[in-house]
């Protein structure tokens, strides 16, 4: 790749420049650089701004900041842990910041919390360094595997009951999380009634990204949503989510966009009112994004063809 | 002042630092430079982007690019435009670009929309270079005044039904468009049942100015919401709207919060599940700025005292 963190830092800010968002970029001031090095897989910079806290970059893309990192890994997480009746088992593909399997802990019916993260780096340098987001390693519920996230759920068929992938942008390591075998794969992986949850990228620019990934999503899985929050360190200052639902024999699938009444969570984002909310697309996106198979379960079996 | 945009422009790329959003800085490429001048009151700059397009720029700070503009336009028009059951007799206070003016006009019952508008360079600069959003003024119902919204208020008692202030930042000439003076004064320049709608700043960054000016808010309306919507040039994405309702009478005042169910506008960005969502915060937002009078109408009086 040859993209080195540090060298985005000029006159005391660093820039975030990238394909994915020509012609813009948020640059933020930087107080002090913890760390700066490479690992097999890509280049890791972590440094404190006075606004936002410590800040952790990956081949020059701001991933998470101490100020705002719980309006993206409180939703990821919460949008199908909620939205499942009973989650036990839970996957998270990437996520080696730990921000997310976090949030997955906060639920009671989980026993068991499988993260599979390709770079060992990022869980080592999260753990020195964003002690807040790391704050679930230690959980006996936590089995961390440093691995290919699409391999692993190839041997482990109908095994978990939500998917988390907590992924990078579709360029560099996290590309094949893009990719329609990816979720082929997360459909398999999941139980009867299983919930994955996928970043989806920012309507605001990718829209061109995003329609083909539902389209895929919705070759697998016969309910597929979009959600976003608001993320004001990501690239347009938004991020979404990709809510795939399989369906349990029978019964239909469940829908993500709204939790059972019963949930009454109030977390720094996270509420109820606000699952719901996420769902509600401008007019735009939503045009953009809907399409055949789009909330409309279809009963008794979990693959539905695009007409 | 002091500032001049044509200086932010370093290497090809404008960057937007503020002392409203210390730490952070949006950076826009720039392609053109097509107006750089100052008015009597600020700076103005215009240039294009690849991806956003034609960018207004007001002592250094991004106003509107043509491709999000919507996003900021629709909501602050359409959430008391909706809401209200029959708005007659609209003000704009500020809003020089004319992208509000645009909107309000597509509202059939609106027979009279005035902008009141403190700077005549502004009005000029986007006739000339913003076209989309000049769009109205050579509509039949507009009347372009300038002068200063405050002082044109106090002598236009109970003469609107909405009013709506689409204001730069609270540094500079709209200082006095966030005190509480100037809340009491669109009270009285509303009709009974009126609806007003107010730039409120973004709760990432401005939470500490938001809870004032909410608080100045309930001393003279009984109902007072906040919303946001998503605007990417925006520091950090986002930008919250102040909307107040005066009461009619007797009868408790409109509730700005949801549109009346016969509306069916699907727009740009607005619809009225957008409209209803806008209103739906964040955790840490909402416990912030909800407090006493926060929606619970005080029917029959058009002011309550906080406790």
């Known amino acids: 790749m040859g993209i080195c963190g540090k060298d985005l830092i000029k006159d005391g800010w660093f820039s975030e420049r990238g394909a994915l968002w020509p012609g813009q970029a948020m640059s933020l001031e930087v107080t002090e650089v913890l760390y700066s090095g490479r ?3 890509q280049d890791l910079l972590v440094f404190t701004n006075p606004t936002y806290g410590t800040v952790l970059v990956l081949d020059g893309v701001i991933q998470v900041t101490t100020r705002d990192e719980f309006a ?3 939703m990821i997480a919460h949008l199908p842990l909620y939205a499942h009746p009973n989650p036990v088992d839970v996957l998270v593909i990437g996520g080696g910041d730990g921000g997310v ?5 906060k ?4 026993r068991r919390a499988v993260l599979v993260e390709i770079d060992a780096a990022v869980v080592e340098v999260s753990k020195r360094f964003l002690p807040a987001l790391a704050a679930g390693y230690d959980d006996p519920r936590v ?3 440093i691995a290919d996230g699409a391999a692993y759920m190839e041997d482990h068929a109908n095994a978990y009951d939500v998917i988390i992938t907590d992924s990078s942008d579709p360029i560099g390591p996290a590309e094949v999380l893009f990719q329609p075998p990816f979720y082929a794969a997360m459909a398999r992986c999941l139980r009867a009634g299983g919930l994955a949850c996928c970043q989806g990228e920012c309507m605001w620019l990718h829209l061109g990204l995003i329609r083909p990934l539902l389209t895929a999503c919705r070759r697998v899985f016969p309910t597929v949503g979009y959600a976003y929050t608001a993320v004001p360190t990501y690239p347009s200052g938004q991020i979404g989510f990709v809510v795939c639902a399989k369906a349990a024999g ?3 699938a469940v829908s993500a966009r709204s939790p059972p009444p019963d949930v009454q969570a109030r977390l720094q984002y996270y509420s109820p009112a606000v699952h719901r909310a996420a769902f509600v697309l401008p007019e735009f996106a939503r045009r953009a994004v809907e399409g055949e198979g789009e909330e409309t379960p279809a009963a008794g079996g979990d693959k539905k063809e695009d007409p």
């Open 250 to 252: 029978a019964t239909p």
């Open 107 to 110: 639920h009671p019916s989980v």
């Open 143 to 145: 089995e961390v595997i």
């Open 101 to 105: 399997l976090r949030e997955v802990l």
């Open 72 to 74: 993206y890994q409180e």
């Open 39 to 41: 690992s097999d897989f």
